[in-house]
């Protein structure tokens, strides 16, 4: 039974029809019977009228098998025609992404250079710009309407939490830190680009540290007034 259930249709009907090729005149009459007879219990055929119901079937499906297979046929054609369709619109869409993430990180790298150029006057010409940290307390964020939340923490605490927002080596990535009472309790990578996605898919809250509740838009906003100069 193990056998027969792993054996393919097609393998099993190949089997079935050699071993009726090897069965003499007598064994395949007495074949034939036993499946009328298994029919005929079912209520799929008709002894009284000499079984001609079923021979009508037999020989309307002989009749219909060019038009069957014909029909199979330009079903076939039909979905590999589909088929090579949506491997070329897969295709276009997988080079629009790599566009698209060009196009954003050429605009990024833009948005940095900007945002490095000192508006202070009499600075020195070719000197270095320093790295920008932004630290805020949670309280102040909170102000702001970037932090709505910290799970197991009572408002009147935000005073004690620090957040510093550091960009990191590639462009659109930025480190953010907490802090506790002037510990460093966790440190995440944020990137501008999943928040931009967010933005897009109509997310408005997130969540930082698995803890903090933050408002994508504010946060956005805050980061490009503060590192991006817009």
């Known amino acids: 039974l193990f056998r027969s259930a792993k054996t393919p249709d097609k393998m099993k009907k190949a089997k079935s029809l050699k071993e009726d090729n090897n069965l003499n005149l007598q064994e395949k009459k007495e074949k034939i019977q036993t499946g009328l007879k298994k029919l005929t219990e079912l209520g799929m055929a008709n002894p009284e009228n000499r ?40 295709v276009f869409y997988e080079e629009q992404v790599d566009y698209y993430k060009s196009y954003i990180k050429t605009c990024l790298d833009n948005l940095a250079r900007k945002g490095k150029v000192s508006k202070k006057p009499g600075e020195v010409k070719g000197k270095k710009s320093k790295k920008i940290s932004l630290k805020y307390t949670a309280a102040r964020l909170h102000e702001k309407g970037v932090l709505l939340e910290i799970e197991d923490l009572q408002a009147n605490q935000f005073k004690n939490v620090i957040f510093e927002i550091s960009p990191a080596e590639e462009v659109g990535d930025f480190e953010v830190k907490a802090k506790f009472m002037g510990v460093q309790i966790e440190t995440l990578m944020l990137h501008y680009q999943d928040l931009l996605q967010l933005q897009y898919e109509g997310v408005a809250v997130m969540k930082m540290f698995d803890r903090a509740k933050v408002n994508v838009n504010l946060l956005i906003f805050l980061l490009n007034k503060k590192f991006y100069g817009k």
């Open 51 to 90: 079984y001609q119901d079923l021979i009508n079937d037999i020989a309307k499906d002989i009749r219909n098998q060019r038009r069957y297979r014909q029909r199979r046929k330009a079903e076939l054609v039909k979905l590999q025609q589909t088929h090579s369709a949506l491997n070329s619109k897969a």
